[in-house]
């Protein structure tokens, strides 16, 4: 259950309506998954997240499978299995390999254990790590 | 200030000291980091971690440079200072440029939105993002 | 499945029937809710957090409904799903509107994407944010 | 020291040179804080980050004072210093009372106290607190 | 459901065969859970995690239920429900009594409380906690 | 620096005044860490704070020290430097030993690896954990 419910195609208001067409007509699928449905409560929000989206996930100095990892790391490390769940499909169906998808749960396992290690040891920043600023 | 004294060369116990020579030796570099120096008071754990990120972050089906990205990934997500510095630091030494570093973090912080609004919005997962279990 | 057996009310203790009773006068309902029901192994712990939750919710220099959506904000911040559903409802008995939620949510989702980026960058403070201390 | 130079005016790209000139118009100061400064290498996400603070911190269905409260609840529980100081400082310029600070506090540390009591018992959701999904 | 299969004893590949062999005789029962078996799709980190689980939680310095009431408070914070679920029937085996379990949670709520309170307030670290590094 | 300025004793209300007396009294010494001078600007939160910390972290079911290993375990994972370092502090006050610190992280370090593959994984809960609920 979700804190609002999820709206089907028949309940969207105009706006709403017009980010779901460019969803499918981007992604080349009738299909529009559960996070939109409840985001289209708020049309103006669906509209900022999905721009953002569009220009974040494109190809660009980074590959977009790449891209789908790094999601998948963060919503590892921010426990949401929704999330989890949704970028690792999509993962797949940008063609991360069964290796692939193991060699990433390895190396966040490791970040994770090394992450809390540091935490606990309150290790100080290098000198040799600065970068300005 | 770190929650132990970081340990020089001179302190090592025999085993932290071989595990010391190895970092020095996979890596090509006199210099080892603070981490390493803090965690020299437990040698065992020391050597299982060294040996972790030798067998984890080694060449494989993804890419070093990926693996990096995405430990800079969890480690924000994390809120791991340190963990930040050290891996944006080993990304640049690994071929990591200004364009893709930006990419990253353009990443992380959609993703943590996202992740957020799912949380909030408790959003049920979709049936079609099932693998099996 | 909780970690505990959730106690039916002729299973309490008498310290927790009477923090049970109290939850029921203060709320005016009868209905107590699984949190509680959870909590009531540990009668003294149930009371010590009953009695801070009318401490800390009671209207004082912040409204009772602002404070709700601080509780969601926070709640969602540590990815707990009971606790987005259980203070979204009572953000909603209090008078919380659709509009109301849907801008919360967009500032929840701002503040994690700009935490992230914080985070990933490592912007020291300014100066000029500095109260003392 | 952050992970990137802080970027002073003359260094910047002229779209960063424009979003900076808008901070500066809307926020009616000539102070740009040091998030900006590290932001301002990549021009695109500075300008997407900008619209976004300005289209979801404006006034609406919640003050914009509230907003300022649900962010530093989001960053503490997040675990950002910078977040919680740049955050703190503007809700103090848009007229938090101490008094007001000190409840927010309360809150904030409620809700995380009773988070984890949540995570640790594994508390099923109570089926009143359902909106349909 | 996860985002691998579960594998079934027949399905296993020899390294892993061989890692739940070990399981089994280690803990003196047959029955091998879930996480390992969603594990073994990548034999070598199935080895690397059961090898740290079998020299981290042996007899040592501190008792093995002390160390599974760490491994509690540390899944409660990181949000892994089945983490909890899992280290809480893990502590019961090994002794862990209701009063025992109360009191864990009585510590693990107060510990969130400050240190939310504790980030909200920025609070400088005194000297006298310094240990050298 | 903090968000609000530390408070010297000569400026403590009455109230606050009160609770410093009894830290005092209770700890045999006259040192008040700085998380109690930044909380003191709110007294009655004080007092709450400071009976929990009374209530909670006296002997009971629980070593004193147990009970510090655990708290030093939730401040790493909620990622709180101050916390860290003022109960690692308190740990060795309480007779925690270099060889105890050891393996406490080793624990920490360990949970936060299962807990992040736990999640990216998706493991659904073994039925043989279930307490009732």
Known sequence: MATVPL????????????????????RG??????????LAHDPAELRRVWEEVKAVMAPGALDPLVKELV????????ACPYCVHSHTASARAKGMTEAQ?????RVIGLAARTNHLVTALQVPVDEVFDRGG
Chains 1, 2, 3, 4, 5, 6 share one sequence.
Do not use: C, K, M, Q
């Open 7 to 26: 709206l089907g195609d028949a309940e969207l208001a105009p706006e709403a309506r017009a980010v779901f067409e460019d969803i499918r007509a981007v």
């Open 29 to 38: 699928t009738d299909y529009v998954n559960n996070f939109w449905r409840a």
């Open 71 to 78: 999601y998948i790391a963060v919503s590892t490390a921010n």
């Open 101 to 105: 998808h193991a060699e990433l749960l």
